[in-house]
């Protein structure tokens, strides 16, 4: 079952409608959940705990799938411009023990200079990248909802083609915590915000600043750079204009994958979503050469994600060339704003 069709209300049988209302039903304990932390740590009965450089946090209102990752990218190149030592923490979801996660393994490639530290205690993450890393500045990649640890620019990601994750809490939507949340954020950025019209973006704003009264606001998409071919290899994206293309993704919102690959002039002709962060195991590997196999056209080029190839870490699977999609984060508006915030939460003069 697809649950974005679930929990859309696109699927209407009977069967679909029990299961949204038994998923509306554990939203409740969810909410009590999330309403119970936050308030502990709004009355200061939790502890929120400072760093000894400044922490900038890029995070999510709902589950996976914002365009995040080149976010963090961003904000990391743009604090190295500026001469400082800059370490990315996370919590590393997915990782198997001992190795880095799929979204670490694709910072690392684009950013080779900046160190990333997983934890789940992002507390004593931030104590590692400052005391023995000697960070000046450190990114907490997914941190708004981590809020023991203290922050100096609390930055929101909001996905323009699901903003609000079908406005309701886990399980029964996308949303990890209330919309009102975003008062915390000192910034929102509407990604992807070139795939919805003007209407939507300005209805989209309107909500967010009933919360976000006094946040910077900025818009941005995301920019098709390159096709990369593992390891290293780029070529253009003129390369699969009017040519056929399956895809295969393991990210929170394959259809904007899906939307972006036909913006770019391919041929889609076979999608597969596999779960976010899925590990590409043996077991899958198969089940996608034998997916690849009944395409009976050994020209259609399967592309991925970059968060997938560095798992894959083939060129070729089935006979077929694998690339993946090399995307950049490019403001539409808001940008001089942004760093203008990014500045104000470093004590270090321009």
Not at 269 to 284: I, M, Q
Not at 324 to 329: F, Q, R, S
């Amino acid at each position: 079952m697809d649950y974005r069709t679930l929990l859309s209300g696109e699927r209407k049988d009977p069967f679909a409608f029990c299961l949204r209302g038994a998923l509306r039903i554990a939203e409740v304990p969810y909410r009590l959940g999330i309403g119970f932390r936050n308030r502990g740590f709004d009355k200061g009965k939790r502890e929120i705990h400072r760093a000894d450089v400044p922490v900038i946090s890029i995070g999510n209102l709902t589950t996976g799938g914002t365009g995040k990752t080149p976010l963090v990218s961003y904000v990391a190149r743009y604090l190295r411009s500026r001469d400082l030592r800059v370490a990315i923490i996370s919590r590393g979801y997915g990782a198997e023990a001992g190795e880095d996660n799929d979204e670490a393994m694709e910072l690392a490639r684009s950013l080779p200079d900046v160190p990333h530290v997983q934890d789940s205690d992002r507390v004593e993450a931030a104590r590692i990248a400052a005391e023995e890393l000697e960070t000046e500045v450190v990114i907490m990649d997914d941190g708004f909802q981590h809020r023991r640890l203290h922050r100096d620019l609390d930055i929101v990601v909001i996905d323009a083609t699901n903003p609000f994750g079908y406005q309701h809490l886990l399980p029964r939507g996308l949303l990890r915590e209330p919309i009102d949340s975003l008062s915390r954020a000192d910034a929102i950025i509407l990604s992807r915000a070139d795939l919805v019209d003007d209407e939507a973006r300005e209805s989209i704003r309107r909500i967010v600043t009933k919360h976000a009264t006094n946040s910077v606001w900025a818009e941005a998409v995301h920019a098709p750079q390159a096709l990369l071919q593992w390891p290293h290899k780029e070529r253009s994206l003129e390369s699969i204009v009017g040519k056929k293309v399956a895809l295969v993704s393991a990210i929170g919102n394959p259809d904007a994958f899906a939307a972006t690959m036909k913006r770019c002039g391919a041929e889609v002709v076979g999608t597969k979503a596999l779960p976010d962060h899925d590990r590409y195991s043996r077991e899958t590997v198969v089940s996608l050469e034998a997916w690849l196999k009944s395409f009976e056209d050994p020209s259609i080029e399967l592309i991925c994600t970059h968060k997938d190839l560095v798992k894959l870490q083939t060129d070729r699977l089935a006979g077929h060339r694998v690339s993946a999609l090399l995307i950049e984060i490019r403001f539409t508006s808001g940008e001089s704003e942004l760093r203008e915030a990014i500045n104000a939460s470093l004590p270090i003069p321009d």
